[in-house]
């Protein structure tokens, strides 16, 4: 009688995301988006790995930015590699466009949801589409939408509708313009959200490419605390 299976056990879906990112920023401007996300890697509370960057370009004119599981974010970005390298190998004089490779993410993250086995993560994907500047996000069950401004994670409510007002007020802003908007932005995230880190990698993607830069920090002032009620 056979009392020992020597099959190895099927996968389990992951239920807890182990290292995470918190929010992602972005905001259209005349002639190109603007995304910045923290370099922290969070271990459940502990600000773990404070030295990761969680956005890459994909081909040469397209972004992809993160919130959520870190290691699913690494898998994602290596089948998009893939996914450009098929289609370099094709040599056909043609690029994947952004909408395209939003398009494509969007039924990866459905497809891994119907199989009950969910990448955890929110993804931003920024570029060009047909010479306009192209914005759109894709969360972990396949919901995805296009937009003139996105925050994911808790960003989603302290720094949109901030980022929504400076877009209603001035839809044609300059490139300067919106990344005071979003340095703005990350400085409430900072304050308001334990999961956020206080340096910053951001990207300015126009119809010529990617550009992310170097960290940076930016200056707080936590003498603003006194003014919250309960604080000592």
Request: charge should be negative; hydrophobic fraction near 35%; glycine fraction near 6%.
């Amino acid at each position: 009688m056979l009392t020992h299976c020597l099959c190895p056990p099927p996968a389990s879906p992951c239920r807890n995301p182990i290292v995470t990112g918190t929010s992602v920023l972005a905001i259209k401007y005349a002639g190109g988006v603007v995304v910045a996300a923290d370099t922290c890697g969070s271990y459940g509370s502990l600000a773990k790995f404070r030295n990761i960057s969680r956005m890459n370009t994909v081909g040469s004119k397209t972004l992809l930015a993160m919130s959520g599981d870190y290691a699913d974010y690494q898998y994602v970005k290596k089948t998009l590699d893939d996914l450009v390298i098929e289609d370099e190998c094709v040599n056909d004089g043609h690029q994947l466009s952004s909408s395209s490779i939003f398009s494509y993410l969007s039924r990866v993250m459905y497809n891994r949801r119907s199989k009950i086995d969910p990448l955890w993560n929110t993804f931003v994907v920024a570029g060009s589409s047909n010479g306009q500047p192209f914005l759109g996000t894709v969360d972990k069950v396949g919901v995805a939408y296009t937009e003139n401004h996105i925050a994911t994670g808790y960003g989603a409510y302290m720094a949109l509708p901030l980022m929504r007002d400076a877009y209603a007020a001035n839809p044609n802003m300059t490139l300067e313009q919106a990344q005071t908007v979003i340095n703005e932005c990350l400085k409430v995230m900072y304050y308001r959200d334990a999961r956020s880190w206080n340096q910053y990698e951001m990207a300015v993607i126009t119809n010529d490419g990617v550009s992310i830069s170097q960290p940076y920090t930016l200056p707080t002032d936590w003498s603003i605390a006194t003014m919250f009620q309960g604080y000592e």
